[in-house]
């Protein structure tokens, strides 16, 4: 099994580039399926959901090959076939197979979907949605089936949250549908509008005339098209927070800053230096900041998945900073962690009270999702002594190559092996 060894207080310099959005390909996988025509994604990372969902779409007969930082989609031979457990469960994403199968196919049979494990995660929305447009659902030992034999029809959908996932398979789903559809109260995600351009540049006809509603006019089909991929704001964030912990002067490179404006704010407010260029972000820091309140929220508020790191961050301040998570309910698997390695911070209800500390120090911590992942690396970073960061197959979801990286920026960090008999044993 493999892990992280970091030995932190390391100071980071230099420049990191951002690869595409691990959020926004994921959707575009399972929109490519809505035309019989080859959609080739570029600026895509290597990442293992991005395997994963390339493995759900040619067990359903598409086609779905990586070279270099490209992805060959081809939804040609593409069915509905049943998506089981053992691939549902490896990524919540899997789900948005749902829209496009049934607006092209009248039908689809999903294994309930998996996922980081950070609250319960329904899908009542997607459904709810796929109902309005006429389908009947149905739920059968463990799946959820959906029929609408006719077709689908436009429908007007209010979401009762502005749900990323829901608003995007409703999307794709209403693209191939019968007439118009509305969704209010829709998610403002640039990924979602990365999808919905994506979906334009196919043929479809996907507006959002203003910023709580979308309205598509179904057409009767979809063609191929080239499309690159937007830049990865969640990579970027980690990265300046990482930069923000640790200390040091680093230009992050190949994103656009108006994406990061949340964590730009929150960072400068807490005394970070921050310069924004036209394509990039410059951290410096020299580990003097102070500590900030935050609270997540749908775009555009602070992204849900920077709240770990953000967390790990503040851990390193002065002062008592409070972070409260609106959006999903239990998303804390960071923070025993993160007291492990000296952290002080205490959980009340959906907010985390961190009095931040001089310095924390090296301790084997598990990484039990992806983004607490993330903050378990920021805190090893910083800490005073060697840490072992174990359950790398969370954090390789969503960062392609992250030791390496750090490494070129001059971060001690390593990815090793350990014999299986003794991990067991540590993991007990
Ligand atoms: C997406 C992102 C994820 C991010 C999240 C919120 C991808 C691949 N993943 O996840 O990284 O953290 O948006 O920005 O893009 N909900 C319901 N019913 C539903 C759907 C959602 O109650 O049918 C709730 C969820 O439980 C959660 C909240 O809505 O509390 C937000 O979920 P949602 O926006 O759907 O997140 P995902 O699309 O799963």
């Given amino acids: ?38 959609v080739k994604l570029i600026n895509v990372p290597y990442l293992s959901d991005v395997r994963n969902m390339g493995a759900i779409c040619r ?6 090959d990586y070279n270099k930082g490209s992805l060959l989609l081809d939804g040609q031979y593409f069915t509905n076939k049943t998506i089981p457990y053992e691939s549902a469960c490896k990524l919540r994403t899997s789900f948005l197979f749902a829209g496009p199968m049934l607006a092209r196919f009248g039908k689809m049979k999903i294994s309930l979907p998996g996922g980081c494990n950070i609250g319960t995660r329904p899908i009542d929305l997607h459904l709810k949605g796929f109902e309005k447009m006429g389908a009947c659902i149905n739920f059968d030992s463990g799946f959820v089936e959906a029929y609408a034999p006719s ?37 403002q995600e640039p990924e979602v509008r990365d999808l919905a351009a994506l979906l334009c540049k196919m043929g479809a006809v996907v507006k959002m005339p203003d910023s709580e509603c979308i309205l598509i006019e179904g057409q009767s089909e979809l063609k191929g098209t080239v499309h690159s991929v937007l830049p990865d704001r969640i990579e970027a964030g980690t990265y300046m927070l990482a ?56 775009y555009p508020g602070f992204p849900t998945d920077l709240q770990a790191q953000i967390t790990a961050f503040l851990s390193t301040t002065t002062g008592t900073g409070v972070v409260t998570e609106t959006v999903f309910e239990s998303r804390f698997n960071h923070i025993g962690e993160l007291c492990r390695m000296g952290a002080g911070i205490r959980l009340e209800g959906r907010s985390a009270i961190i009095e931040g500390c001089n310095h924390l120090t090296g301790a084997s911590v598990t990484a039990k999702d992806l983004r607490a992942g993330a903050a378990l690396v920021i805190g090893a970073l910083c800490a005073r002594g060697e840490t072992k960061i174990f359950g790398l197959n969370h954090i390789d979801r969503g960062y392609h190559n992250l030791s390496e990286k750090l490494e070129k920026l001059g971060a001690d960090i390593e990815r090793c092996q350990e014999p299986s008999e003794s991990v067991g044993t540590l993991l007990c």
Avoid: W
């Fill in 1 to 38: 099994m493999d892990f992280y060894r970091v030995k932190g207080e390391k100071p980071l310099y230099g420049t990191i580039k951002t690869e595409g959005a691990k959020n926004a390909v994921l959707p575009e996988i399972a929109a490519a399926m809505l035309t019989e025509e080859p």
């Fill in 243 to 298: 930069v923000a912990a640790t200390g040091g002067n680093v230009e992050i490179t190949g994103i656009e800053p108006f994406l990061l404006q949340p964590i730009c704010a929150k960072l400068r407010e807490s005394g970070v230096k921050i310069s924004e260029g036209i394509n990039s972000v410059k951290v410096e820091s020299d580990r003097k900041a102070h500590s900030v309140d935050v609270k997540t929220l749908p």
């Fill in 151 to 187: 077709g689908l029809n436009g429908a007007e959908i209010y979401l009762d949250f502005p749900s990323v996932g829901a608003t995007e398979n409703i999307m794709m789903a209403a693209c191939l549908a019968k007439g118009r559809t509305l969704i209010f109260n829709c998610a």
């Fill in 59 to 64: 067990l359903a007969g598409g086609l779905c």
